[in-house]
């Protein structure tokens, strides 16, 4: 991530201002409990608009993802991130504010050029150093200059007082900021790693003139190639001690964050604070289910995914759903329904096993049938 200069608002923004904004305020004026389910449908108001701006994001982020700095274009489309949810914020202690930000649809501001990663970690997140900052729903862009946060923005701070990268792709916070940043845009994962490593090498190994060409605004992962290239150079005396220091604390940070859990002692905030998802589900006989692996990522698919269970009846789908909620719900849980492994036993079966990966965990939860 690299400090980015916003241009000038793009006609184009203006027209949709002008087109939407009037219809939005009408919507947002009705008292909520008048409006039931009813949600205002900014994203499609969006959605139809956002290729009419898309040019102008591209051109505003030089064609990266404003975030992690990948490049996208031909095969990784980009997507606009409002950095303010504007369908409504992910708040403290898992409340949902629906009314939140709406307005910052309308500015300029707030689109970002992010890649389906980074755009997909965050989510309806926006989180706060101090929740009690949080503006009023509805509030313009001057009312939000009281709020604290926790994300760093591209276009206001300079990432790299909060950054540091080191020469294996991965980044750590030197502030709390930083480390919560690389948190929800899921900055250290995987294959960002390896991509990042690689251009790493590349700059090591590059001749003088190609390592000017990577250092031009417009490259990928221009934060990262920067730092390398001051330490290469020595002009960064001080700067491994402080790496190394900030890498213990973002390990710290990301432990913390693994530990955290919904049982009553947990922290709920700090829960919430990652996006949760079931990634993977794998089952083995467990009632009608003899061998399932369900792959629930969908890496490749443009939004959020949304799956549905088909089959006849007696096909497993409720086995399924069980299957999750008791391996889930762990073993209070299954004594306080008073289930045994052989109620969930698949025929004869001498063993089951039921394993779920959640998104933000290292380790899998797993339920280990066993006949006795
Ligand atoms: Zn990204």
Known sequence: MILVKRNEVPPVFVELEK???PEAERFYAIPLAERGQKQFDIKFASRNSQQAFMPALFDQFAG???????????????????FRPVTGVSGSSGKYLRDH???QAFEWENAYLACAECWRNKTNRFPLLDESTRAQASALRSELTRETPSLLDPCLDDPSEHLLFSRDGAVAGTTERGRVTIEVFGLNRPGLKVDRQR???????????HRVEMLRAG????????????????????????LQTAIEL?????????RASTAPEGNLDEWDS?????????????????SLQLDLLAKNTKRTPCFALLGIN???????????????GGRPYARRLKLKSNDLLAGNAASGRVAIRISGFEEEVVLTLKRC
């Open 19 to 21: 087109r939407f904004l």
């Open 64 to 82: 990266k993802c404003a975030y992690c700095e990948s490049t996208l274009g031909a095969s990784t489309k980009g997507h606009v991130d409002w």
């Open 101 to 103: 930000y709406w307005r």
């Open 199 to 209: 251009t790493l090498n590349h700059f090591e190994h590059a001749t003088e003139r």
């Open 219 to 242: 490259q990928p992962y221009l934060a990262a190639v920067r730092q390398i290239s001051r330490r290469i150079a020595g002009s960064a005396p001080g700067e491994d001690a402080r």
């Open 250 to 258: 973002q390990q710290r940070f990301d432990t913390d964050k693994e």
């Open 274 to 290: 990652r996006k949760r998802v079931i990634e993977s589900i794998t089952i083995e006989n467990v009632g009608t289910v003899e």
């Open 314 to 328: 007696g096909a497993g789908k409720s086995t399924i759903l069980k299957a999750i909620a008791i391996a889930l």
